[in-house]
């Protein structure tokens, strides 16, 4: 009877070699000083800057009428013409009352005109927000002052022709923080996702590594899939650190606690997919590593500066404002900023998330037919 060899046949696993990618991905990713730097550092800079800024008051104060106020008077055209009020215009009643809840409108005016021959002839009712006492007393003694000499100018004995009548209702601060930190955490999700993405992927290609991956049984789909994984380690772990800091130490506002910040990273996850898209279409249109950073800044700093990262896009010419609405990072920014502060969730954004979801399937659709792996 003949021997015969036993040979133990090992099935190669794509799971390992899945995590093998990605545990080395992570490894280069945190050595990389400019990885570091545009996902964490930066916006950490920025978030303290704006942080300790934020604390100091402002000298205006964004202002607007209900729609029963009587306008067609002088008082009206005295309160919008000083210099202290921005008035708000184009609002219902419901999205002024909000608004003034959430801290961002300063306060709600409106104008009761009394029948003829009944003095006061005029009630100016001011609704403000007791979180912000401080704004709400200057409001009042800006008001005052623009009644008294509303006063004088029409007569000269008591009573007056018009009083304030003030209300305050429970609402919560509106802080710089709670604007600049998602919009910090945008940028910070682009920049993982488009320059980590675009470098490490024409670097693995110059190098040959890619190639040498094609000696393997490795699916090609499990080199991309690794790749993302480290990102999305990475870039999460950046979003925890960078809410942490703004909420333990300058007060960045998450209205339902916990459940807000895990909402924030699904998010924040959703954003990084769309973007690597943009690393990987980035890194197949640059035809060498020297041609990235020029690229890869067209893309990123017109979203930057464009899409609600330091301001709302609100402040931004009418022409502009458009091409700020047609970017990702806008959507991104938005969404994050209405978790945060209005307690919205994943399930209440279907706008924004379907945007975002949109612009992963166009950017896929381009990055897959111009990928190269040599």
């Given at each position: 009877m003949n021997n015969r060899e036993t040979k133990t046949v090992h099935t190669y696993s794509q799971f390992k070699a899945t995590l093998s990618i990605t545990k080395a991905s992570l490894r280069s990713i945190v050595r990389n000083p400019s990885s570091v730097i545009f996902t964490l550092l930066f916006p950490l800079i920025f978030i303290i800057v704006f942080g300790f800024i934020g604390s100091g008051g402002s000298a205006r104060f964004d202002v607007g009428f209900y729609s029963t106020s009587s306008n067609n008077n002088q008082?009206?055209?005295?309160?919008?013409?000083?210099?202290?009020?921005?008035?708000?215009?184009?609002?219902?009643?419901?999205?002024?009352?909000?608004?003034?809840?959430?801290?961002?409108?300063?306060?709600?005016?409106n104008i009761t005109k009394n029948p003829a021959g009944t003095l006061p002839e005029y009630v100016l009712e001011i609704?403000?927000?007791?979180?912000?006492?401080?704004?709400?007393?200057?409001?009042?003694?800006?008001?005052?002052?623009?009644?008294?000499?509303?006063?004088?100018?029409?007569?000269?004995?008591?009573?007056?022709?018009?009083?304030?009548?003030?209300?305050?209702?429970?609402?919560?601060?509106?802080?710089?923080?709670?604007?600049?930190?998602?919009?910090?955490?945008?940028?910070?999700?682009?920049?993982?996702?488009?320059?980590?993405?675009?470098?490490?992927?024409?670097?693995?290609?110059?190098?040959?590594?890619?190639?040498?991956?094609?000696a393997t049984?490795?699916?090609?789909?499990?080199?991309?899939?690794?790749?993302?994984?480290?990102?999305?380690?990475?870039?999460?772990?950046?979003?925890?650190?960078?809410?942490?800091?703004?909420?333990?130490?300058?007060?960045?506002?998450?209205?339902n606690g916990f459940w807000t910040f895990i909402n924030m990273l699904a998010v924040s996850a959703l954003g990084l997919v769309v973007f690597l898209g943009i690393g990987f279409l980035v890194s197949n249109i640059a035809k060498n590593i020297n041609?990235?950073?020029?690229?890869?800044?067209?893309?990123?700093?017109p979203q930057f500066l464009l899409a609600g990262t330091f301001f709302s896009i609100d402040v931004f010419p009418s022409w502009l404002q458009p091409v700020s609405r047609a970017m990702p990072l806008t959507y991104l920014n938005d969404a994050l900023r209405k978790i945060a502060f209005d307690g919205a969730t994943i399930f209440t954004l279907p706008k924004e998330l379907l945007i975002l979801t949109v612009w992963g399937v166009v950017i896929y659709f381009f990055a897959v037919k111009f990928f190269k792996w040599e």
């Open positions: 008082l009206f055209h005295s309160l919008i013409t000083v210099e202290n009020f921005n008035i708000v215009l184009d609002l219902t009643d419901e999205e002024l009352n909000s608004r003034l809840e959430k801290g961002e409108v300063d306060a709600i005016f609704k403000t927000n007791k979180a912000k006492p401080e704004k709400s007393s200057l409001i009042r003694l800006i008001s005052g002052q623009v009644l008294s000499n509303f006063n004088i100018s029409l007569v000269k004995e008591q009573p007056p022709v018009a009083v304030i009548k003030q209300t305050d209702i429970e609402g919560r601060l509106f802080n710089t923080i709670d604007f600049i930190l998602p919009g910090q955490l945008g940028f910070s999700i682009l920049s993982a996702g488009v320059f980590g993405t675009a470098f490490v992927f024409i670097s693995l290609r110059e190098n040959l590594v890619i190639k040498r991956f094609f049984p490795i699916n090609r789909n499990n080199i991309v899939l690794g790749e993302a994984l480290s990102r999305l380690i990475f870039s999460i772990t950046g979003s925890v650190i960078i809410i942490g800091i703004g909420h333990f130490l300058f007060g960045f506002t998450l209205v041609a990235v950073p020029p690229i890869a800044n067209l893309v990123t700093l």
